[in-house]
């Protein structure tokens, strides 16, 4: 079974320019999240879908970040424009319906803003 | 602020050695408290988990702790091997909620 793919893998962009992130949860699994991990502090969680419902957006830091997941298969992350402070290690997870405790992990994207 | 605590930053350990890594909380509400592996160029991985009506668990050779007074819970690496050289993520998550909180993170580096 393959797991959570995501891409790119690393992305290099200048500021203000726009990056979009993809996310490709485990096949049949409705939920997926999302959460970043910037400069070697703790990952933090920036919000949740359940098939294409936005669930819980908390985590967004602002309104330059905007996730969508049409259909409720894969899910993108766009950031536009893009800041130095959004540097960072994007990574998605997903999980089985009612299975919100064991999430599985993407490789991530590593997003450098120069 | 942050709601997970963990300690310490970064550990050396000599194979064979007992690592152990510790985190606090102060959400009482949280009653799920994972532990999760990242190697480099890999998502994190699940690893070992706990609920607050036990004390420990243990699998392998890899052991939660748990002290519900004290709010505190650690992971505890018996016969530490090269192989577990790796990040290593506590979190916790409320009960009926979707996200997970993480610590910080530890670089776990086992010398041969």
């Known amino acids: 079974e393959a797991g959570v793919t995501q891409f790119p893998s690393h992305s290099v962009i200048e500021k203000g320019q726009t990056v979009t992130l993809r996310c490709d949860p485990i096949s049949g699994h409705d939920n997926l999240y999302w959460y970043r991990r910037v400069m070697g502090k703790e990952i933090k969680f920036l919000l949740h879908?359940?098939?294409?419902?936005?669930?819980?957006e908390s985590g967004m830091p602002n309104n330059r970040f905007l996730a969508e997941r049409t259909g409720g298969t894969y899910s993108t992350l766009k950031v536009q424009p893009a800041e130095l402070e959004d540097s960072g290690v994007y990574f998605c997870?997903?999980?089985?319906?009612?299975?919100?405790?064991?999430?599985?992990f993407g490789p991530g994207t590593r997003l450098t803003v120069l | 602020q942050q709601q997970v605590k963990q300690s310490p930053q970064s550990l050396i350990v000599q194979k064979g050695g007992i690592s152990i890594i510790n985190c606090a909380y102060e959400n009482t509400a949280f009653d799920y408290f994972p532990w999760y592996q990242q190697f480099p160029g890999k998502g994190p991985a699940l690893l070992i988990a706990i609920r607050p009506d036990v004390s420990e668990k243990k699998e392998g050779r890899f052991t939660i702790s748990f002290n519900k007074s004290a709010k505190q819970f650690s992971l505890h690496i018996m016969d530490s091997q090269p192989g577990d050289s790796a990040t290593y993520f506590c979190?916790?998550?409320?009960?009926?909620?979707?996200?997970?909180?993480f610590g910080q993170g530890t670089r776990l580096t086992i010398n041969p």
């Open positions: 879908f359940v098939k294409e419902s936005k669930q819980d």
């Open positions: 997870a997903s999980s089985l319906a009612g299975a919100t405790d064991t999430q599985y």
């Open positions: 979190a916790a998550k409320e009960q009926g909620a979707q996200k997970l909180v």
